[in-house]
């Protein structure tokens, strides 16, 4: 197979990589089928414009949030196009829409760009869901998604108007697990038993489930909690200018410093507020963490705990916390850890904590092994103070292993 510069993956088939100038003619083939416009819009739209199909591809490379790929022949020729978009991270799911030109369809192109798709959602991005919408009528389409795996799930009734009539839109839905099993060759039958059995719940795997969903042994009290972000005494909130001051003052204590920022801090102004923390008042900047007051049942800000270093594609995130000194040895560390957790692991989906202590600092070394963090190794002689070199011990954390 001839494949460009700009190749993305390829099959037996075809190959997906992304627009270009030579694309310009089939995707004005493309805009100028009214069939197709219908489909990707919704309903009739204006006759195609000469100079359209430069602006989609222009409008397509500003775009961040989708991808667009031209779907190519053996020649490199563009066959059709195919999206990834409305992708939710948090959620993990996409929308995926496809069309190929007319005098391409039935040859399996349309199928080898979806699991070429596929693939890359489910074992790249480690997306757990993607989904299709049609408009009522396009029996082609119907056919090729049921025929590819995806279930109809919903209908949602009088969605468009078009011709004179209001017509449903259908939404075609594939999990991971299920393309992963139709990838597999298990048969229908199989995978129709299945579904039956587990519809059946058994009363001892209803305590087991309910510790899998709230990720803890006592997910029951835990998970009934009627504020999310309390837990028994400690409340995770967001970061006020007041509480910049009680950070701050955190930060010049020499045990703190060397525990969590390896050095120790020249003398600075107490009450002064450092540019960092101000911008993450009120959960502002947006640069890969989050930073939460912790606050006490008497409403007093006892320290901050961070998400950070939040890889969205791999499911990896870090933390630190801080606890001010007259605070320490009373649980708030690690009930406001328990929270931090629980957010990454079941609202945000994460798959992975990990976090780094020195080896010296034997109270956070405790503190993790007590919340289930499995130690992974050791770096020698990675930090220097007080005239020695201390190690760094790495340590993580499961979403499957949270709260066993």
């Known amino acids: 197979m001839q494949i460009s510069d700009a190749y993305f993956w390829e099959n037996d088939k075809i190959c997906l990589r992304t627009l270009q100038e030579k694309d310009l003619p089939a995707l004005e083939e493309l805009l100028g089928n009214m069939e197709d416009r219908v489909e990707?819009?919704?309903?009739?739209?204006?006759?195609?414009?000469?100079?359209?199909?430069?602006?989609?591809?222009?409008?397509?490379?500003?775009?961040t949030g989708q991808i667009w790929l031209a779907v190519a022949d053996e020649m490199d020729r563009m066959t059709g196009y195919i999206v990834l978009r409305n992708i939710d991270e948090r959620n993990g799911n996409a929308e995926v829409y496809l069309t190929v030109l007319p005098q391409f369809r039935r040859k399996g192109h349309a199928s080898a760009a979806l699991a070429i798709l596929c693939d890359?959602?489910?074992?790249?991005r480690r997306l757990h869901k993607l989904y299709a919408m049609l408009t009522q009528g396009n029996k082609a389409a119907e056919g090729f998604l049921s025929d590819f795996g995806m279930n109809r799930e919903c209908v949602k009734k009088d969605m468009i108007f078009i011709y004179g009539e209001y017509r449903?839109?259908?939404?075609?839905?594939?999990?991971?697990?299920?393309?992963?099993?139709?990838?597999?060759?298990?048969?229908?039958?199989?995978?129709?038993?299945?579904?039956?059995?587990?519809?059946?719940?058994?009363?001892?795997?209803?305590?087991?489930?309910?510790r899998q969903r709230a990720g803890t042994k006592d997910c029951k009290e835990k998970a009934?909690?009627?504020?999310?972000?309390?837990?028994?005494?400690?409340?995770?909130?967001?970061?006020?200018?007041?509480?910049?001051?009680?950070?701050?003052r955190i930060r010049y204590e020499s045990a703190a410093c060397r525990m969590f920022h390896d050095d120790v801090m020249l003398p600075g102004r107490e009450f002064c507020i450092p540019g960092f923390d101000e911008e993450h008042v009120d959960f502002g900047n947006e640069d890969g963490r989050t930073v939460f007051a912790v606050e006490n049942d008497q409403a007093k800000c006892v320290g901050a705990i961070q998400l950070l270093e939040a890889d969205r594609k791999n499911g990896t995130f870090f933390f630190s916390i801080y606890v001010d000194k007259a605070f320490r040895q009373k649980g708030y560390g690690a009930k406001a850890l328990y929270l931090l957790l629980d957010y990454g692991f079941r609202q945000q989906r994460f798959h992975k904590c990990n976090t780094i202590v020195n080896e010296d600092n034997v109270a956070s070394l405790r503190l993790m092994e007590s919340m289930g963090f499995a130690y992974?190794?050791?770096?020698?002689?990675?930090?220097?103070?007080?005239?020695?070199?201390?190690?760094?011990?790495?340590?993580?954390?499961?979403?499957?292993?949270?709260?066993?």
């Open 40 to 63: 990707e819009e919704r309903g009739i739209s204006l006759p195609y414009c000469e100079g359209d199909s430069e602006i989609l591809l222009e409008w397509v490379k500003e775009q």
């Open 376 to 404: 992974e190794g050791t770096q020698r002689d990675m930090v220097y103070y007080n005239g020695n070199y201390v190690n760094k011990i790495h340590l993580g954390m499961t979403q499957e292993s949270f709260g066993k």
């Open 168 to 210: 449903d839109v259908y939404y075609y839905g594939l999990t991971e697990g299920e393309y992963k099993e139709k990838k597999a060759g298990r048969n229908e039958s199989a995978g129709e038993q299945k579904k039956e059995a587990d519809k059946t719940v058994k009363p001892w795997q209803q305590e087991r489930d309910c």
């Open 224 to 248: 009934a909690r009627p504020d999310f972000w309390q837990y028994e005494d400690v409340r995770l909130r967001a970061l006020t200018v007041a509480d910049c001051v009680c950070l701050n």
């Open 120 to 124: 890359y959602a489910f074992s790249e």
